[in-house]
């Protein structure tokens, strides 16, 4: 091994590597031992998806039972990270922290209060609106609306459980007053900039810079066709990386991988699901999300290199992998359970 790839080994062994966003089949029978690839390809922390606007309740709560149960029974492997020093004990013991998000505001039947449910219950970052509009907010690939009273209510509501207030997905209007309400960071877990490649689920300048007027982060997203490359390949993302750090710095640039573990022949599929509806093939999509490439989890440790090579300092590309969304988690996330890992003074 070169000098440079042995530096580059050890960087990647040493930060937090923090994936924003990771997807399993959405079936209470999925295996999420399939994380064990997060976890060999140097992950510290990843954020598994538990539903989207798409998924009935039902669906959406056994799913999460599953997960939740699946984390308890395999404490050798995982940490429930319910706070920032959760991710923090996963890296120096050499687990793997996970924690869920929800892709969409439906699930919380319109209720705000369902914000600290959801919470309590190890869901740590949501967006309000899948690509298309709903009740609550504008979804990106829809007429562009504002935000409505209830979706300002929600919002409310996710800042002050200490989830992360998410923006992908979401309506370039509403995104904009999301950010604009100043209630605290807000990010984009998975997407990445319009400059470089022209769909409407990329950000724009003005969304990237709002979002970092906010003290968040912009995770990359690894999925093929919102980067220039089809095939997801790890110069693509680096390219990505590049354009960010350039215009808002090292300190709001992370890692959104948006890797999708393969259905196993389960069929996560909500009865009636309109594909168009959902990916619209007006914005280019096919038949839903088929033939459609995302770069693997064994590609993280190729970034740590390649950012390395392209003259990133080691200290900012440690906070790009990571130690920028630790450093939100800490500021963001409250501990769930009174007494678990509170401000002093509190007693269970
Ligand atoms: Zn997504």
Same mark, same amino acid.
């Given at each position: 091994?070169?000098?440079? /790839? ?37 992950? #510290? ?19 999460? /039972?599953? %997960? ?5 029974? &395999? ?6 990270? $319910? #706070? ?22 439906? +699930? ?9 449910? %959801? ?15 709903? *009740? ?6 829809? *007429? ?7 979706? &300002? ?68 997203? !690894?999925?093929?066709? %919102?980067? #220039? ?16 750090? $350039?215009?808002? !710095? ?11 573990? +393969? ?5 996560? *599929? +909500?009865?009636?699901?309109? &594909? ?5 093939? &007006? ?13 693997? +989890?064994?590609?993280?440790?190729? =970034?740590? *290199? ?11 590309? /440690?906070? =790009? ?8 988690? @800490? @500021? ?17």
């Amino acid at each position: 091994m070169s000098d440079f /790839a042995e530096r580059a080994r050890q960087l990647h062994g040493r930060a937090v590597v923090w994936d924003a966003h990771a997807c399993l089949p959405l079936h209470p029978d999925a295996d999420l031992g399939v994380l064990r690839r997060h976890h060999a390809a140097g992950a #510290t922390f990843v954020s598994v998806n538990v539903g989207m606007d798409m998924n009935p309740l039902p669906q959406v709560l056994t799913v999460l /039972a599953s %997960f939740r149960a699946q984390l308890r029974a &395999r404490p050798e492997l995982f940490v429930a990270a $319910e #706070t920032a020093a959760d991710v923090e004990r996963a890296k120096v013991e050499g687990k793997l922290a996970v924690a869920f998000d929800l892709e969409g505001a439906l +699930p919380l039947c319109g209720r705000p209060e369902m914000v600290q449910l %959801f919470y309590d219950l190890g869901v740590r970052q949501i967006h309000l609106a899948y690509n298309r509009n709903n *009740e609550v907010a504008g979804g990106c690939y829809d *007429e562009d609306v504002p935000l409505s009273p209830l979706g &300002r209510k929600i919002v409310r509501a996710v800042h002050a459980a200490g989830m992360f207030m998410d923006v992908s997905h979401t309506g370039h209007r509403s995104s904009l007053e999301i950010m604009a309400m100043g209630l605290g960071p807000v990010i984009f877990s998975h997407a990445n900039p319009r400059a470089i490649k022209d769909d409407r689920r990329n950000a724009t300048l003005e969304q990237i810079e709002a979002c970092a007027a906010t003290g968040g982060v912009v995770c990359v997203n !690894g999925v093929g066709r %919102f980067l #220039t490359d089809p095939k997801a390949g790890t110069p693509a993302i680096l390219d990505a990386i590049d354009w960010l750090v $350039e215009r808002i !710095g090292p300190d709001h640039v992370g890692l959104g991988i948006d890797y999708s573990y +393969p259905a196993n022949g389960l069929d996560d *599929e +909500p009865p009636g699901l309109d &594909r168009d509806h959902w990916w619209p093939r &007006r914005e280019g999509y096919g038949a839903g999300l088929g033939g459609i490439r995302i770069a693997a +989890p064994e590609q993280l440790p190729e =970034i740590t *290199e390649g950012l390395l090579a392209r003259g990133w300092p080691e200290a900012d590309v /440690a906070k =790009i992998l990571g130690g920028n969304m630790l450093a939100l988690a @800490r @500021r963001v996330w409250k501990p769930s359970r009174p007494g678990a890992d509170g401000p002093p003074g509190w007693s269970g």
